[in-house]
């Protein structure tokens, strides 16, 4: 399994990033994808994540609203659209993929990919 996160870089405050999420060797079915961040010096925390058997989906609230998740199972990606970046959201974005019963935990994902790093600043 492996998972491969894009789309990261330099944003300034209110501008939008489109992150993605590669999965290979297995197919989205009915997993869920979870997108997690780490900014410096604080711990990791949940930010959205989809069950792709029933395409539900789960923000945290400090990106409700702002950001979208959505799956294209065709290709096997997960996005993660952000919109009007702020920059407390400056940290690196990891997806996981797992079968989770709380989605916004990282303990419950079993595969991780590597980080993608958003800064947004002017």
């Known amino acids: 399994v492996q998972l491969q996160a894009s789309g990261g870089g330099l944003v300034q405050p209110g501008g939008s990033l489109r992150l993605s999420c590669a999965a290979r060797?297995?197919?989205?079915?009915?997993?869920?994808i979870g997108w997690f961040r780490q900014a410096p010096g604080k711990e990791r925390e949940g930010v959205s994540a989809i069950k792709n058997f029933d395409d539900s989906t789960f923000y945290a609230n400090s990106v409700k609203g702002r950001f979208t998740i959505s799956a294209d199972k065709s290709e096997n990606t997960v996005y993660l659209q952000m919109n009007n970046l702020k920059p407390e959201d400056t940290a690196v974005y990891y997806c996981?993929?797992?079968?989770?019963?709380?989605?916004?935990?990282?303990?419950?994902?079993?595969?991780w990919g590597q980080g993608t790093l958003v800064t947004v600043s002017s």
């Open positions: 060797r297995f197919s989205l079915g009915n997993n869920a």
């Open positions: 996981a993929a797992g079968f989770p019963t709380l989605p916004l935990l990282d303990y419950e994902y079993e595969y």
